[in-house]
């Protein structure tokens, strides 16, 4: 019998409507003792559930299975993602939050109508809401909710990324048009804190990159310039790099807000800070260490509300995932997780310990840096 457990999704918890209840029934897709199960689990979650997705998930039918029950009951065509290739102008008609929020992504548009992908069509309340700020009638089609997760991750990511290179040359630009001159160890002037032009760039690229879900800021001296990756997604991605003569004063900026040591340039060092942006506190870790062309920085950020702490959101294959579940759940033993920067290492053991955190049991960890806190555990 299939499991009447499901991953919680990101829209509002959907009614399984009557009408396809019986369609599925008298189909043959589902039994009644099947629909009953889906409903229970619908009602006893606390979290947001997607139909499609949990039918899938859930093993209750496969994804052809589901696109061709709703397709047929809802009189909706099904059509496949890869198939179009968004346009920006396109995308800008539903913002990110809420694409991610109700699963969906818009797809084409004319003068008077949008074509929007969705993946439950019996919650059709957040159509409305489009149509109201687009003031366009709204065309839904039927997407599967990996396609259209996939294209949220592509196509939001694409246009952040540029949006981000747009301000960052547009700011660079106008420092260079101010004729900046070098401010040695970034000591300016009390009046002068909010304005100047060092810290005005150092505040938009963290600022971006909380935006952008960047995972970390490199920010590498070079012989005539100084070169700017930021990793989204687990791929570096080359900015537009500052000036030489912004070098010394950028890296200082950075060095006093993570309370480290501006006059130490020939060692290593390790600092934080914490930043507020869109409504949420970001912690940052900042590490410097000395390099021909001068010192090299790299700014982790670690932002809590990006973490999920599900192990069935990490994209285990499921033998995968019952044999890491058997394994944290021993008293005894060694896991060792590999990989590279912002494969997702941490976000696994700290799933891993949430996972296993109960009451009943006393839980120590031992980490450097503590990078996020676990309610219940001890960290140290």
Do not use: W
């Not at 001296?221 to 791929?235: H, L, M, N, S």
């Amino acid at each position: 019998m299939a499991k009447a457990l499901g991953r919680a999704g990101s829209v509002k918890k959907p009614a399984f409507s009557r009408s396809f209840q019986r369609y599925v029934i008298s189909k043959n897709y589902l039994t009644q003792e099947q629909v009953n199960e889906i409903e229970k689990a619908f009602s006893e979650s606390e979290e947001p559930q997607n139909l499609a997705s949990f039918l899938i998930e859930n093993n209750y039918l496969t994804e052809d299975q589901v696109i061709q029950a709703l397709s047929d009951h809802h009189k909706i065509p099904y059509i496949s993602i890869s198939d179009y290739e968004i346009d920006r102008e396109i995308l800008d008609s539903v913002n990110e939050e809420t694409a991610r929020r109700y699963q969906i992504i818009p797809l084409d548009r004319t003068e008077q109508q949008l074509t929007v992908a969705v993946t439950d069509p019996d919650n059709i309340h957040h159509l409305d809401e489009i149509k109201l700020k687009t003031k366009m009638d709204v065309l839904p089609v039927l997407s599967l909710p990996r396609e259209i997760e996939a294209a949220i991750d592509k196509y939001y990511a694409s246009a952040a990324e540029q949006d981000v290179e747009d301000s960052y040359s547009q700011l660079l630009g106008d420092l260079e048009a101010e004729e900046l001159e070098v401010v040695h160890d970034a000591e300016e002037e009390e009046g002068d804190v909010d304005t100047a032009p060092v810290i005005r760039l150092v505040n938009m690229l963290i600022s971006e990159a909380i935006r952008t879900r960047t995972s970390d800021i490199h920010i590498e001296p070079e012989e005539k310039g100084v070169r700017v990756r930021c990793r989204i997604d687990g791929v570096l991605k080359e900015m537009p790099g500052i000036p030489k003569k912004m070098q010394n004063a950028v890296i200082s900026r950075i060095k006093i807000i993570s309370e480290l040591d501006i006059s130490e340039k020939r060692k290593p060092q390790d600092g934080r800070f914490k930043m507020k942006a869109d409504n949420k506190v970001v912690d940052f870790r900042v590490s410097t260490i000395p390099t021909v062309n001068g010192e090299k920085v790299v700014m982790r950020l670690l932002d809590k509300s990006n973490l999920q702490l599900d192990l069935t959101k990490l994209g285990f294959e499921q033998e995968s995932l019952a044999k890491f579940e058997r394994a944290i759940k021993r008293p005894y033993g060694m896991i060792i997780v590999t990989g590279p920067t912002g494969s997702g290492k941490s976000t696994t053991l700290y799933s891993g310990l949430s996972r296993i955190n109960d009451p009943a049991k006393n839980i120590m960890t031992a980490e450097d840096p503590v990078e996020y806190q676990i309610k219940g555990i001890n960290q140290v």
